[in-house]
């Protein structure tokens, strides 16, 4: 089955850092169809980071400078490293592959993950 998992959400201060994971499995893995996004209730899912197919980086602007979005290939994961965070990062963080062709493979459709919670407060 194909699925896509996160981790490393959690509890931090203001100004602190975490590194979000998502590893993927049950289909080949490309990096660039690989994204981050995430939701806060009652809002839209948004986009925080993602790849482009030729592999530069997009990123929201309220992240640029703090955020950086890489990934491994060989490790079949998708990481998300976030420093100097605010209390407006606070949201639930989702790993999302697109749908399209990548570099021979092909994605019929969106995939998500489940989500993990990233909190920032003191």
């Known amino acids: 089955q194909v699925q896509l998992v996160e981790s490393g959400g959690g509890l931090v201060q203001p100004g602190g850092s975490l590194r979000l994971s998502c590893a993927a499995s049950g289909s080949r893995f490309f990096l660039y169809a690989m994204g981050w996004y995430r939701q806060v209730p009652g809002n839209q899912r948004e986009l925080v980071a993602t790849?482009?197919?030729?592999?530069?980086?997009n990123y929201a602007d309220s992240v640029k400078g703090r955020f950086t979005i890489s990934g491994d290939n060989a490790k079949n994961t998708v990481y998300l490293q976030m420093n100097s965070l605010k209390p407006e990062d606070t949201a639930v963080y989702y790993c999302?592959?697109?749908?399209?062709?990548?570099?021979?493979?092909?994605?019929?459709?969106?995939?998500w993950g489940q989500g993990t919670q990233v909190t920032v407060s003191s």
């Open positions: 999302r592959r697109n749908s399209g062709l990548y570099s021979g493979i092909y994605y019929p459709r969106v995939l």
């Open positions: 790849f482009t197919s030729g592999g530069n980086t």
